[in-house]
């Protein structure tokens, strides 16, 4: 074997590493580029989704300030109306046989007019509670059953919005997340890039190699984000 033909073979191995090297960056650039597309297009669909839970929050938000308003107008009307009936009653007990009388008339019609059933089962159970402990007054307007009934409906749809806006917390952060995940990709693509067009084997396989790190990082971290449809 003269030293041409060692030489020739040496370039022909060099060659044919040159090759499949480059043949390898190609397969990654284009493995990089499906990486890159999947997670913008998966970051895209969680800001999506995002945007529509903070709308239904903030939706359901203004329902339970609505519904909450309601509720207070109810109990200040029932405070007053409470405090009308208080004074009625100590009317009815006057020692004028008339008056008592015509107070207790009017208290007949404003229990019957104006207490709704909530408020109605409220003062009966403040007259037990107030017959029982006589040390201490209970009013109606305390009354657990009656608040609820009152206020149950906002607090149960403010929770509900704090509920969505949380849900559109966690897709924000998934999405930034998967935008992080695809800076890191472009860049393993850009190193792969270089390494294509670069003609020294040794630098080929460590920008090459550098480049397959980030992207296999990249898209591990990836593929733990809960995968979303359209």
């Known amino acids: 074997m003269t030293v041409t033909d060692t030489i020739d073979r040496a370039e022909t191995s060099s060659r044919r590493m040159r090759d499949r090297i480059e043949l390898s960056i190609a397969v990654l650039l284009g493995i990089a580029s499906i990486g890159i597309a999947y997670a913008s297009f998966q970051a895209a669909l969680y800001d999506s989704q995002m945007a529509g839970a903070y709308q239904r929050g903030g939706n359901l938000a203004t329902e339970a300030e609505s519904l909450y308003l309601e509720g207070n107008q109810q109990y200040v009307q029932d405070a007053q109306l409470w405090n009308r009936l208080t004074e009625l009653a100590i009317a009815s007990e006057s020692s004028d046989p008339v008056a008592a009388a015509d107070a207790q008339n009017t208290y007949d019609v404003l229990s019957f007019q104006a207490v709704s059933e909530d408020l109605a089962g409220a003062i009966e159970w403040a ?39 949380s849900q559109g917390d966690d897709f924000n952060s998934l999405s930034d997340r998967l935008t992080l995940y695809t800076v890191m990709m472009s860049i393993s693509l850009f190193l792969l890039g270089i390494a294509a067009v670069v003609r020294q084997t040794r630098i080929q396989v460590i920008l090459g190699s550098t480049g397959v790190v980030i992207f296999g990082v990249s898209i591990t971290l990836t593929a733990f984000i809960p995968f979303v449809g359209l």
């Open 127 to 165: 007259a037990g509670q107030n017959e029982a402990d006589a040390s201490t007054y209970y009013s109606p307007l305390d009354n657990e059953d009656y608040q609820t009934a009152l206020f149950g409906s906002y607090q149960e749809m403010k929770a509900e919005s704090v509920t969505v806006v």
